[in-house]
Every structure is written in C-alpha cells, then in structure tokens.
C-alpha cells in the first residue's frame, strides 16, 4: 500500500517561530488532508488539499503531487499550536477508499 | 453540536466484556469509517461502508464487528474485549467523490477505550 511519512517527527518552538512540516507519499493521490490532534485527543482539520496551496489565517499548505510531497507551514506559533499534526492521504490507484495517515509530527510550542 | 457524534467518550471495560461503540452523524454523508489510533502508529482502518447495505473489512478487522443501522448511524463492536485494544477510536464520514474516492472526511472527537 502507499506510504507517508511525516517529518520532523519532533519540533519545539518558542512562541512567534515559524516551521514548515513536511509530508512524503510513495503514490499518485486524489485526497490529502493535514489535521491537528490538539491535547484531548480531537483531531481538527486543517487542510484538503490534493494539489495547490491554501491559506487559513496563520497555517497555510502546498501539495505538489506531482513531486509527491505536501508542506504544511505555520507562522507565528502560538502555544495552542501544540499537539501532533498529521498528514492523510487517499491513493487515487487503489480501490480501498481509505485514508492512510503518517505517524504524525508533534510540535511543542513553549511561551 | 459536532456534526459526527462518538459515544461514549470514555470507557473501562473488563477483559471478555462486550461493548458497543457508536457514532452518528448530521452531514449526510453515504461513507462512514472506524479508525484505531494506537501511541506512534497513526490511525488505522477497522471496518468502513458505503452505504447501509455495504460492509467492508479495513486492514486490522480482527476482534471487532459493526453495523450500519441507517444512513447516519455506524456502530463498532467488540464481542470479547482483549486489554491490546485499550485504543483511542474513531469514527469519520465522507462522501464519494466525482473521480470516486473520496472526498474531504471529517472526524468524531473520539473514544478512549481501556480494557483492563
């Protein structure tokens, strides 16, 4: 099946830092999402983004599917940043229909 | 109100016991999914449907069952709860996409399950 992997799989920031987190797949995709676990386990969608770049405030994403990689940028980080931020893909060859996640980043922001 | 709904959220169980998680959801989506989130592996597929009438085995299917008892409703069971599926799960909707996948899914806030 196809692969992810996220990295870094670690990241401490101080507050007001900015990161880019990046996410690797092994095959063509027509799905990819990025999602935050914030500390109580919910995960919040943060992005749907098969190709392009999108904004939202101060995270913004870049998939190139071509190239088979998607960035996940955030800016001025904010301790509620924290938590573990996962990339999911959907295999546009396959016939499962599921999303396969990476094993996620977990991004510490200190004030 | 969360637009997919997991109950309970939290729950101990005794090894042997059956229990039955359950989510509904409010988006009208045809596609729902159970995932288990395990420390450092991610989530992964247990069971996922199409539609009321079909079931699908995902990848870790072993020890659980469900039922889609109508459009809006997917329930996860375990018939003998075992302590290695003291897990965090969840459940996700989606709808098919114009290429047929899917599109973008959305996630219930989770149960933790423990099994002593």
């Known amino acids: 099946g196809i692969q992810v992997e996220q990295s870094p799989p670690d990241l401490i920031l101080q507050e007001g830092a900015n990161s880019t987190l990046r996410c690797n797949f092994s095959d063509s995709v027509n799905n990819l999402q990025w999602f935050h676990q914030n500390p109580w386990g919910q995960l919040i969608n943060l992005f749907y983004?098969?190709?392009g770049t999108k904004q939202n405030g101060r995270l913004s994403a870049t998939t190139v599917a071509t190239e088979r990689y998607s960035l996940l940028y955030i800016s001025s980080s904010q301790t509620t940043d924290s938590g573990v931020y996962f990339c999911a893909v959907e295999n546009s060859g396959g016939s499962n229909y599921k999303l396969t996640f990476g094993k996620g980043t977990l991004l510490t922001v200190n004030p | 109100d969360a637009d997919v709904t997991q109950t309970p959220r939290n729950r101990i169980t005794k090894t042997g016991k059956r229990i039955m998680l359950e989510c509904s959801q409010t988006?009208?989506?045809?596609?729902m999914y159970w995932y288990r989130q395990d420390p450092g592996l991610g989530l992964r597929l247990i069971y996922y449907?199409?539609?009321?009438?079909?079931?699908n085995k995902g990848e870790i299917s072993d020890g659980y069952s469900v039922s889609r008892q109508a459009q809006a409703k997917f329930s996860l069971s375990l018939e003998s709860a075992i302590p290695n599926q003291t897990a965090l799960y969840f459940c996700?909707?989606?709808?098919?996409?114009?290429?047929?996948?899917?599109?973008?899914?959305?996630f219930g806030q989770g149960t933790r399950l423990t099994v002593v």
């Open positions: 996700a909707t989606s709808i098919k996409s114009v290429s047929g996948g899917d599109t973008e899914a959305f």
């Open positions: 449907s199409f539609d009321v009438k079909d079931i």
């Open positions: 988006k009208g989506h045809d596609r």
């Open positions: 983004i098969p190709s």
